[in-house]
């Protein structure tokens, strides 16, 4: 079966055939974005048509015909919207439909079926205001699933997101829907007569049209070297090191039209010194051994001295390089006490054939000031996958997993269990006590807030579904524990941060639907308000992933690194995106000089301290308000 961009080329050659072929691959999926968008089936249809013959005039004007679902996506999106500002006035909201009424009928929906006829109008609006419950993201996967009936794949490509986002966003969206809810939203939308004659009717109208031919391009040589004439004049001139430069915005699968230039102005900063680009070693994500636990190595590449970071008069670069952890290590924890980091327990590296522990007791201080290294009194428990959170100057190290490595008929194989230790550790003293115990053992995340700390679903395996969505309140002035309300998501490897007073939990990795699938990475984001006990969803992350960091600077939570896994393979991340809660809204920034995983991130002085991370030592210095 030929695929997009070979029937776009037949298409562009004269074949409208190849066209009438695009049109019924894609004529489901617009035609449930359509309906998600303005409710109305019969305007629907006409959004459907339009979009195909916008699309065709404009076919060769895609610059890459395998984005041709996406770019569908971009035009009908924009015709929804055009079509919802003309009638507005006219719409009416589903809000009014009472939740008693919504209830019933997701139980009785199937009982009537003498006056399906006449119901079936109020049917669609039953299931309309189902779909209404769930967040905007979960509602639009579920209406091309089932109305569009498009596998994960096909809508991964339609939205420009991953598959795995979409299999997560259906999972939560089915979640989040009683079963028999759940089944009347699929029988309704399942249900839907597509229009017969649809294709008939955009075919007779491609007939009379032809697609635009594509702009000539211009010589580039001419312009470049007026550009570099310019340039030269205002220099010669004495101008400022500041210019108004015009440039195109990317293209995005959110935008409200098809993909055009937009002339923007905006002031940007050129700094004349030259520096080397850090960005030019490394990709978006770079790929890693499939085994991430014990032995796996990784090199990286040196960032820039210190001599050349302190140059007089030059601007601030976002990385340095720091002296490296004194001890290889995964799965440990960080936290900071007047200005001193502590690297707290882990996993170390065994050598090839060795057998014991694999979990450390390990504690070693990191002086910022001075750049050194120092070995502390070791953590009474050995583990990894501890968490630490810090009260009053002390730390509380908290749960966690035994690991050690033993002998099998065929090799080896490893034993693990959780831990529900709590110990604080005084770091005037140097010294460990045992405190009270969580009330469930396991790996947790942890935070703090008006001085309790809060430990944050996690990992247990002798659970069927190991990840938990459990919340455990721990108060040190008591020594006792309590618990809140659980997440939404049960997730583990996850994100904390804490911003006003509020836990968000980001990311990680939670349990699948069915028990033999692999683990879903999350992209997920929500918010729990410890005065109201309620936990909030927000915008998701840009892409899922799991053991990545979280870092706030003024407000802002900066997520760090992570993992994934896509066709088996493991895949470390080098991104770095910030959250506005004020906004609720993401952005990326510059990404790593490499991908990490397990690492931890501490802020001191407003830069983001980036340590270890997959078992490497390197310790990095982030900037924000550096260049590169």
């Not at 009928?105 to 109008?121: K, P």
């Not at 070693?281 to 590449?301: F, P, Y």
Request: charged content about 25%; aromatic content about 8%.
């Amino acid at each position: 079966m030929e695929n997009d961009a070979q029937l776009i080329r037949r298409i562009l050659s004269g074949d409208d055939a190849a066209f009438d072929t695009l049109v019924q691959r894609h004529q489901r999926g617009v035609h449930a974005l359509a309906w998600r968008k303005v409710s109305d089936f019969h305007y629907a249809e006409e959004i459907t048509q339009d979009t195909f013959l916008q699309a065709y005039k404009k076919l060769s004007t895609l610059k890459n015909p395998n984005q041709f679902a996406g770019w569908l996506y971009v035009i009908a999106n924009r015709l929804c919207i055009n079509w919802l500002q003309r009638h507005k006035p006219a719409m009416q909201s589903l809000e009014d439909t009472p939740v008693a009424e919504i209830e019933k009928s997701s139980y009785i929906h199937h009982a009537s079926e003498q006056r399906e006829v006449e119901g079936s109008e109020h049917r669609y609006a039953i299931a309309e205001r189902l779909l209404s419950k769930l967040p905007e993201s979960e509602r639009t996967v579920m209406t091309l699933h089932y109305l569009g009936e498009m596998t994960a794949k096909e809508i991964s490509k339609f939205l420009g997101v991953s598959v795995n986002t979409i299999t997560n966003r259906l999972w939560r969206a089915r979640k989040r829907l009683r079963e028999d809810q759940e089944l009347m939203v699929q029988e309704v939308l399942g249900g839907v007569q597509f229009p017969a004659n649809l294709t008939e009717n955009i075919m007779r109208q491609v007939a009379d049209l032809k697609p635009t031919p594509p702009p000539v391009a211009k010589p580039l040589l001419p312009w470049s070297a007026f550009g570099v004439t310019t340039l030269l004049v205002v220099m010669l001139l004495g101008a400022t090191n500041q210019y108004l430069v015009h440039f195109q915005k990317p293209y995005s699968f959110e935008a409200v039209a098809e993909p055009t230039v937009e002339i923007v102005d905006t002031a940007i900063l050129l700094d004349i010194d030259s520096k080397p680009d850090l960005r030019s070693q490394v990709g978006r994500v770079t790929s890693a051994d499939k085994n991430i636990g014990a032995g796996l190595q990784a090199a990286e590449t040196p960032l820039v001295s210190d001599i050349q970071r302190n140059s007089p008069g030059s601007t601030p670069l976002q990385w340095t390089r720091k002296a490296d952890m004194p001890t290889a290590r995964t799965g440990f924890a960080t936290s900071v006490v007047n200005g001193k980091v502590f690297a707290i327990g882990g996993n170390i590296q065994l050598k090839r054939g060795e057998f014991g522990d694999l979990s450390a007791s390990t504690v070693e201080m990191y002086d910022p000031e001075t750049d050194t290294w120092e070995q502390k009194s070791d953590m009474p428990t050995a583990r990894s996958g501890v968490s630490v959170s810090v009260v009053d100057g002390k730390i509380y190290a908290i749960g966690g997993t035994k690991t050690k490595i033993i002998q099998a008929p065929r090799g080896f194989s490893s034993e693990s269990e959780e831990l529900a230790t709590v110990e604080r550790y005084d770091p005037v003293t140097d010294t460990w006590i045992q405190k009270a115990n969580m009330p469930t053992p396991k790996k947790t995340m942890t935070c703090v807030v008006n001085g309790k700390i809060y430990a944050i679903g996690g990992w247990l395996t002798t659970k069927e579904k190991p990840h938990l969505e459990t919340v455990e309140v721990y108060d040190p002035g008591t020594d006792t524990w309590a618990k809140v309300q659980s997440m939404n998501c049960a997730r583990c490897s996850a994100a904390i941060s804490v911003v006003n007073g509020e836990i968000y939990a980001i990311g990680g990795l939670g349990s699948p639907p069915i028990q033999d699938q692999s683990d879903l990475y999350l992209s997920s984001v929500e918010v729990f308000n410890p005065k109201t006990n309620q936990w909030q969803e927000r915008t998701e992350m840009p892409a899922p992933k799991a053991s990545h960091t979280a870092s706030v600077i003024d407000g802002k939570i900066y997520v760090i690194g992570g993992y994934f896994k896509e066709d088996g393979e493991f895949k470390k991340l080098s991104t770095i995106e910030i959250y506005d809660p004020a906004t609720e809204h993401w952005t990326q920034e510059p990404e790593m000089p490499m991908g990490k995983w397990g690492h931890k991130t501490e802020v001191i002085d407003g830069q983001i301290y980036i340590f270890g991370g997959g078992p490497v030592t390197s310790v990095q210095v982030y900037d924000p308000r550096g260049t590169p």
